[in-house]
C-alpha cells in the first residue's frame, strides 16, 4: 500500500538498522551472500518477463532481451567485479615514505532508489544490485504504474539470500518518493524526467544529501556521407522504436548528410511502415504518455513540417511516425524528448556542421554515429557532447553490455550505472594512513616550535618536486634531511 511521510520514516528507520551489520561485513562476504543471484535470475526468466510484459505492456522479446537477460549479465558483472573494485587498496606516497596509506570504500548508508516504468526491471534492479554490494540498505520506489514489477525484483534478490531489511519497497506516485527523500536517507539515485529531477535534487540538497540522476536525453543518430543506407535504416527504424520509443536512449533525431538524405528519408518511412505494430510495437504507458506524442506531431504538422505515419492504431498506439522538411530543427519533436515512436530527420553539410547541431541542445546521454570510416567516425564521436556514443550501431544496446559505464551531462544527469563505476558511484572513499614501521616514532619535525631550519627543508624539498629528474629528487631530500636533522638538535623539546 502507498506510504506517507512516517511510513517513509519508518522504512528508512528499519533500512538503518539492517544496513550495520550488512556494511560491516566485507566485500568478499557480501558478494558471498548474493551469488547464486544470477541462478536464481535464469530460473525466474520466464516468470519475470510474464510479469513485465503484463503490466508494461511491451513485446514479451523486448522484456526477456532487454531486461532479464541483461539483468543476468550485470548481476554477473558486479559479482566477478566488486572485490577489485571496492576492496582496499594502496596509495603511494612520494612525499611520506616513512607512512603507508590505504584508500576503501564504504556504502553510505541508506540508498532511496526511485526507479521509472519503461524498463522497471533492469533500471531498478541496475540501481538496487551494486547499491546493496557497496554494503548499502535500499528502499526501493518504483514507478507507481508497474508495482508488481518491482515485487517480483525484491522477491527473487531475497530468494538469492538477501537478510531481512536490507531490500524494501515503497509503493505510490512522487509524493511517496518526495516522502522518502524527506526521510533523510544516505543517498538517493533517480531515474526519470528532468522536471522530476530538479525536485529530488532540491529536496536532497536540503540535507544535504548525495544524488544521482539519469534524466533522459534526445539521442541523435549522426550518418555520414559513406554510411551503408540499408543498414543504418534498419538500425534507426529499430532504435526509434523499440519499447514503443519510450526509451532514454531510443533515437530522436537522425542527422544526415545532405548527399544522402532525400534517400534516406524514402528509405526510413518504408521500414518503419512495416513494424508489425501487434506484435513488435510497445503501446503507450497511459494516456499521458500518449498525449504528449500527439502533441508533438500536431505541433510539426502546423509549423508546415513533412510527418509520415502517426495514424492512430488502437487506444494507446500509433503508426511510427518520421518527420522532415524544412525548419525540423526547431520544432518540440527535434528540441524535446518525445519518448515515443517518433524519429526527426534532418541533414548537415560537414561534420563541423553536425557537430553543432548535435551540440546544440541541453541535453547530453547518447548519441551514435554511422561510417565506414571508424576512425573518422570515432574522431567525430569525440567531439559530441554526450555520455556514451556508439559507433555503427545504436546507443541504446550499451545499456545491455554490464561493462559499459552509462550516463550522461548537462540535462541528463550525472553520476554513473553500469560498469565498476555503478559499484563506485554506490560507495564514499575513505583514505587510511598509516605508520610505517614502529607505532610511535620520533616527533614530527614541522611540529612545535618552528625553526629556520624547516622553512630550508620546504624550499629543499619544493625544488626537487617541481625539478622531478631523480637526480634532483635525491639532491632536495637531502638537503631536506639535512636541515631538519639541524633544527632537531637545536630545537628545545615541547
Request: aromatic content about 6%; overall charge neutral; charged content about 20%.
Amino acid at each position: 500500500m502507498p506510504v506517507g511521510q512516517a511510513e517513509a520514516a519508518v522504512l528508512v528507520g528499519r533500512a538503518r538498522v539492517a544496513q550495520v551489520a550488512w556494511g560491516a561485513r566485507s566485500v568478499e562476504e557480501r558478494v558471498a551472500v548474493l551469488a547464486r543471484l544470477p541462478e536464481v535470475l535464469h530460473e525466474q526468466l520466464e516468470r519475470i518477463a510474464g510479469v513485465i510484459v503484463a503490466e508494461n505492456g511491451k513485446p514479451r522479446a523486448e522484456a526477456l532481451a532487454h531486461e532479464v537477460v541483461p539483468a543476468i549479465a550485470v548481476a554477473r558483472h558486479h559479482l566477478e567485479t566488486a572485490v577489485a573494485t571496492l576492496g582496499p587498496s594502496r596509495i603511494r606516497l612520494a612525499t611520506a615514505p616513512y607512512r603507508r596509506a590505504v584508500r576503501v570504500h564504504r556504502g553510505y548508508g541508506v540508498v532511496v532508489a526511485i526507479a521509472p516504468w519503461n524498463l522497471p526491471f533492469l533500471i531498478p534492479f541496475s540501481q538496487v544490485l551494486p547499491a546493496l554490494i557497496a554494503g548499502n540498505a535500499v528502499v526501493l520506489k518504483p514507478s507507481e504504474l508497474t508495482p508488481r514489477v518491482a515485487e517480483v525484483l525484491v522477491e527473487v534478490i531475497s530468494a538469492a539470500g538477501l537478510p531481512d531489511g536490507l531490500l524494501q519497497l515503497a509503493i505510490g506516485d512522487g509524493a511517496v518518493g518526495a516522502a522518502l527523500v524527506e526521510a533523510r536517507p544516505d543517498k538517493v539515485m533517480f531515474t526519470g524526467s528532468v522536471a522530476t529531477g530538479r525536485k529530488v535534487m532540491a529536496a536532497a540538497a536540503r540535507g544535504p544529501i548525495p544524488v544521482g540522476l539519469e534524466l533522459g536525453g534526445v539521442d541523435a543518430a549522426v550518418v555520414l556521407e559513406d554510411a551503408d543506407l540499408e543498414y543504418v535504416t534498419s538500425a534507426v527504424a529499430w532504435g526509434a522504436n523499440f519499447n514503443g520509443g519510450q526509451a532514454c536512449c531510443s533515437v530522436e533525431r537522425v542527422l544526415i548528410h545532405e548527399s544522402l538524405y532525400q534517400a534516406f528519408v524514402v528509405r526510413l518511412r518504408d521500414k518503419v511502415r512495416r513494424i508489425d505494430t501487434d506484435r513488435d510495437l510497445a503501446p503507450a504507458i497511459d494516456d499521458r504518455q500518449r498525449a504528449v506524442w500527439e502533441r508533438h506531431l500536431d505541433a510539426a504538422r502546423n509549423a508546415g513540417l513533412s510527418v509520415s505515419g502517426g495514424e492512430p492504431v488502437r487506444a494507446r498506439q500509433l503508426i511510427p511516425a518520421v518527420v522532415s522538411g524544412e525548419g525540423v530543427t526547431t520544432s518540440e519533436v527535434w528540441r524535446e524528448e518525445t519518448f515515443g515512436p517518433i524519429v526527426a530527420v534532418a541533414a548537415f553539410r560537414s561534420d563541423d556542421d553536425a557537430v553543432a547541431l548535435h551540440n546544440a541542445t541541453e541535453y547530453g546521454l547518447t548519441a551514435s554515429v554511422f561510417s565506414a570510416d571508424t576512425a573518422r567516425a570515432q574522431a567525430l564521436a569525440g567531439r559530441l557532447r554526450a555520455g556514451a556514443v556508439s559507433i555503427n550501431d545504436v546507443a541504446a544496446t550499451m545499456y545491455s553490455t554490464p561493462e559499459l559505464l552509462w550516463g550522461g551531462v548537462g540535462r541528463s544527469g550525472f553520476g554513473r550505472s553500469h560498469g565498476v563505476d555503478a559499484l563506485l558511484d554506490a560507495s564514499w572513499v575513505q583514505v587510511l594512513d598509516l605508520p610505517r614501521g614502529p607505532a610511535f616514532g620520533p616527533k614530527r619535525p614541522w611540529w612545535f616550535p618552528y625553526d629556520v631550519g624547516l622553512e630550508d627543508a620546504m624550499r629543499a624539498l619544493a625544488a626537487s618536486l617541481a625539478d622531478g629528474h631523480a637526480t634532483a629528487k635525491l639532491r632536495g631530500y637531502g638537503q631536506a634531511g639535512r636541515s631538519l636533522l639541524g633544527m632537531l638538535s637545536r630545537r628545545p623539546k615541547l
